[in-house]
């Protein structure tokens, strides 16, 4: 076998590999129905809990850096602790070991069969668990398949002098085989990857177990690379949780090395007993391994946050998120009070939606990456509190309510979704800033002269000023039943519209007159646009406050709310 056939036959074994581990893991995650967030929102009230949610969602995965990924977007969401977060990477350090022992059964020859039984369930089937399933078939049959081409890949490397002397170096120079471990799991971005190929090496006689096991804890440090890239430009607190992975993994590496003497002697002993195939026997050290570093790192989880703290400096995450609303015992056995909570979180989620919109408009005026980072992170936290709150009503809502709470909860549904669209307006003008603001760059490096401030227009900063007002006293009008700030939300909205329509009109006589390019025109446009409906949406929170959003409403309580809205129009 020559050289090319080799790195040609290595190359893609661990593509297929790679692809089949991927594609079993979405399988499992489809047939889990897509939970996995849910599982580490509501798993993780304790250091236990945390790490059983981490073995889960792993397992569930196939991924341990997917999971830490999970938990950095949580942390920097503000749906999760810090703490809470270092509990779920010590139980997806432990849920990633499942992938090698599925990897020590030895069904090699077994793998295209396999692959053909999850091929037809694929194809042959309209059914979405049945598909599900032949996913997860198929990429089990292919993780196979790619280890057996890897192994024939690399089986004439036996024969390499200079491979052969690296192979002794790293069982005599443990630390040697932990950078080996680190370097490559880095490179092929899977730990699951680095041990199928050290589980193959080991199995051909290539490595000896003395200089297989340091690879093993290095590919522990190597992992970590996802997680600190995955922090990249968020928040303080996702930075200290992959902060806290690198520490974790690098006391636990760092540890077994002290006694990496007894450790080999105790996988070796128990080899015979269990009767271990070789690619087993890596299994069963790397499984050891992380469960032993879990049960003695985990009673230090407080020390690690406080350390983290200290090493990666600055204020917490701009989004705490208070979780206690939300109880859904309570749904059955007193709805109305489960009300209650929900107008609570919808305060909550007001306060974010409002907050989202500020820090829109900041990056409108400093195009900065602070805030759109932040505009990013906040659109996410009003999606997630929408899918919560309008299951939680859901929930209630087949309960026996009275007639007016019932008409309560109608309020909440509608205004849940108000909210979710008026942060999706916030989100879409980001964009079309964003857009703008790129082309203006590219403009200006050309002409060699620094980029002018995107649509800096006085009129379309007093409509955002308008806009983001009546946002707020919408919110606030529902939330501590204002009439008043009802009243002044539906006055307002004349004003915008008024602003609106003179801006549209004001930038289409700028275009006709040549000044500007067309696609800003429309970038424009589209940004008044987005503004004028989140004042639309807020008009219909205010009318909802009034108890007239709806014709029949303003029929039956026509002398009472009227009065209300002409009372609180007229009030300066």
């Known amino acids: 076998m020559d050289v090319q056939q080799m790195i040609f036959m290595f190359a893609g074994g661990l593509g297929i590999f790679l692809f089949g581990l991927k594609f079993m893991g979405d399988g499992l995650q489809k047939s889990a129905g897509d939970s996995l967030r849910s599982i580490l929102n509501q798993m993780t009230s304790t250091p236990i809990r945390a790490i059983i949610a981490g073995i889960v969602v792993t397992v569930l995965i196939q991924s341990s850096s997917g999971t830490t990924v999970l938990a950095v977007g949580l942390v920097s969401a503000g749906f999760m602790k810090l703490k809470q977060a270092i509990g779920v990477i010590m139980g997806a350090n432990i849920g990633t070991t499942i992938t090698a022992f599925i990897i020590g059964i030895d069904i090699g020859a077994y793998a295209l069969p396999i692959m053909a039984i999850g091929a037809f369930l694929l194809f042959f089937s309209k059914n979405i668990t049945v598909n599900s399933v ?236 602070t805030s759109l980072s932040n505009t990013l992170q906040l659109e996410e936290v009003v999606n997630d509190i929408d899918m919560r709150l309008t299951e939680y009503l859901m929930l209630i809502s087949v309960e026996d309510l009275p007639v007016k709470s019932s008409t309560e909860h109608s309020q909440m549904m509608d205004i849940t979704k108000y909210l979710e669209r008026i942060g999706d307006h916030s989100e879409n003008i980001l964009n079309n800033i964003k857009e703008a603001a790129r082309a203006q760059k590219k403009l200006a490096k050309k002409a060699n002269k620094e980029p002018e401030k995107i649509f800096y227009d006085d009129d379309l900063i007093a409509l955002f000023n308008l806009v983001e007002q009546n946002i707020a006293d919408a919110i606030t009008s529902f939330t501590q039943d204002s009439y008043s700030l009802a009243g002044k939300v539906i006055k307002r909205e004349k004003e915008v519209n008024r602003l609106e329509e003179e801006i549209r009109k004001k930038y289409i006589e700028r275009l006709n007159r040549g000044t500007g390019l067309p696609s800003d025109g429309i970038l424009f446009v589209d940004i008044v646009s987005n503004l004028e409906r989140m004042s639309d949406h807020s008009v219909k929170i205010a009318k909802h406050s009034l108890g007239i959003r709806y014709p029949f409403q303003q029929e039956s309580k026509r002398p009472r709310h009227v009065r209300k809205v002409e009372e609180a129009t007229e009030a300066k």
Request: aromatic share 10%.
């Open 134 to 369: 032949g996913q997860i078939i198929f990429g089990f049959g292919a993780l196979f398949y790619g280890l057996e081409l890897m192994g024939d890949g690399m089986y004439p490397l036996r024969e390499v002098q200079a491979f052969r002397d690296l192979m002794i170096d790293m069982g005599e120079t443990p630390i040697l085989g932990v950078g080996v471990g680190t370097v490559f799991t880095w490179l092929v971005q899977s730990s699951s990857g680095s041990i199928g190929i050290l589980q193959e090496l080991y199995s051909q006689g290539q490595i000896a177990i003395e200089g297989a096991l340091p690879v093993l804890f290095g590919n522990n440090i190597g992992t970590t690379i996802t997680a600190v890239l995955a922090a990249i430009g968020a928040s303080v607190a996702a930075k200290r949780t992959a902060a806290s992975h690198i520490i974790f993994n690098l006391v636990g590496t760092f540890a077994v090395l002290l006694v990496i003497g007894p450790f080999t002697s105790l996988i070796v002993a128990i080899t015979p007993i269990f009767n271990l195939n070789p690619p087993m026997q890596i299994a069963v050290a790397h499984g050891l391994f992380n469960v032993t570093n879990v049960l003695i790192q985990m009673w230090f989880i407080d020390y690690l946050a406080k350390i983290v703290t200290r090493i990666v400096p600055g204020d917490d995450a701009l989004i705490e998120y208070d979780a206690s609303h939300l109880d859904f015992s309570i749904i059955t056995t007193v709805p109305s009070v489960a009300l209650n909570q929900a107008k609570l979180e919808i305060q909550q989620m007001g306060d974010f939606v409002l907050e989202e919109y500020k820090e829109m408009f900041k990056y409108y005026k400093n195009q900065d990456d």
